[in-house]
């Protein structure tokens, strides 16, 4: 299947998003030039797990702003490559996390500021998505409740 979706990929590459094509390049360039740093990469990874593993110990869910800053104005139809590569990379600081170490996430709604949705993360223990999406339903319910 992968090399079904590899071959469909190297003959559509013009299609993909300049986020999605600046990832594939930056991917093959480090692997090119600095696989030596992969099992560095893969030790922090496990130390990342860990720590989030010790902190859920204590408590069902760890709780962050699913983007480190307010929404930012949207980029202009006719936005630079660069300029759209900035703007999405910013984007997944925090949402990294779970993507590597492996514990499941859900971003709601935490209400807006001046006019812009603020994003709310919400990470929970592996194994733990009906607690993680019941956590998740009483928060929202909390705050559609207390906006009415």
Do not use: W
């Not at 594939?24 to 990342?48: D, M, S, V």
């Not at 962050?64 to 936005?79: I, S």
């Not at 949402?95 to 499941?104: D, E, V």
């Amino acid at each position: 299947m992968m090399r079904d979706v590899g071959a469909r990929l190297k003959h559509n590459t013009k299609n993909l998003h300049p986020i999605n094509k600046a990832h594939l390049i930056e991917g093959t360039f480090l692997k090119k030039n600095y696989c030596h740093l992969y099992g560095k990469a893969q030790n922090l990874k496990r130390q990342l797990e860990k720590e989030f593993n010790d902190v859920l110990v204590d408590c069902d869910v760890v709780v962050m702003p699913t983007v480190p800053f307010t929404a930012p104005p949207m980029l202009e139809r006719n936005a630079s490559i660069k300029e759209t590569i900035a703007f999405a990379l910013n984007m997944d600081t925090n949402l990294t996390s779970g993507n590597l170490t492996g514990h499941p996430s859900i971003t709601i709604n935490a209400r807006s500021l001046g006019g812009l949705p603020v994003g709310l993360l919400l990470t929970s223990k592996k194994f733990n998505e009906l607690r993680l999406l019941q956590i998740a339903q009483a928060f929202e319910n909390f705050i559609n409740d207390s906006t009415q």
